[in-house]
């Protein structure tokens, strides 16, 4: 009877480790999500704005995604440098 307390004392705990691990990880995936959606709201944004043509490529969306906001005003600075 005290093995099988201890025993869902320890799965209890670390269940509980498991389950904060899991929302931390899900949080900071959250977090990369929302920054690939900016981004590439803001890349279509960007295309309506007459004088600048962004090209939406693989490249144009991978920089974009992962730079989110900044990576879109990178790619935007340097279409209208070149």
């Known amino acids: 009877m005290i093995i ?8 209890v705990a670390v269940a509980a480790l498991i389950l904060n691990f899991i929302f931390d ?12 959606i900016s ?3 803001l890349l279509t944004v960007v295309n309506f704005l007459p ?7 693989l490249i144009t969306l991978a ?3 992962f730079g989110g906001v900044v990576g879109t005003v ?6 209208l440098i070149f």
């Not at 990880?25 to 690939?36: P, V």
């Not at 990178?74 to 279409?79: A, G, R, S, W």
């Open 25 to 36: 990880i899900s949080s900071t995936l959250l977090k990369i999500a929302a920054h690939f």
């Open 74 to 79: 990178i790619l935007v600075f340097l279409y």
């Open 63 to 65: 920089i974009s995604g």
């Open 51 to 57: 004088g600048i043509n962004v090209p939406i490529n």
């Open 4 to 11: 099988e307390i201890i025993f869902m004392i320890i799965l």
């Open 39 to 41: 981004g590439w709201i």
